[in-house]
Nanobody
Framework: QVQLVESGGGLVQAGGSLRLSCLASGNIFRVHNMGWYRQAPGKQRELVAAITYGGSTNYADSVKGRFTISRDNAKNTVYLQMNSLKPEDTAVYYC??????????????WGQGTQVTVSS
């Protein structure tokens, strides 16, 4: 089994910053892609940012220039630094990772989600 555990969510005023972390653990050979998604009430889950094992990144247009995704491959951990937060960033943020388990079977795992609330 592969588990993803997120941390770092909370309540912040508009213009503030938060840093999310997500640790992948378990029967892992290698984690390939890691990413952050979010889901606001009444809306579909959307990609916020993603990063490959080699460090290539991809961002939603709505967060470009404000959010930065990074990872530590040795720790199987991905981070999301969120600056200049806006009320519309309020959502449950989910971590996602894919790769291979020991025994070279693929996995695609999700975290339990962490709430980010931005007050105006």
């Amino acid at each position: 089994q592969v588990q993803l555990v997120e941390s770092g969510g909370g309540l912040v005023q508009a213009g503030g910053s938060l840093r999310l972390s997500c640790l992948a653990s378990g029967n892992i050979f290698r984690v390939h892609n890691m990413g952050w998604y979010r889901q606001a009430p009444g809306k579909q889950r959307e990609l916020v940012a993603a990063i490959t094992y080699g460090g290539s990144t991809n961002y939603a247009d709505s967060v470009k220039g404000r959010f930065t995704i990074s990872r530590d491959n040795a720790k199987n951990t991905v981070y999301l630094q969120m600056n200049s937060l806006k009320p519309e960033d309020t959502a449950v943020y989910y971590c996602n990772a894919d790769g291979f388990r020991l025994g070279i079977t693929p996995f695609d795992a999700w975290g339990q989600g962490t709430q980010v609330t931005v007050s105006s």
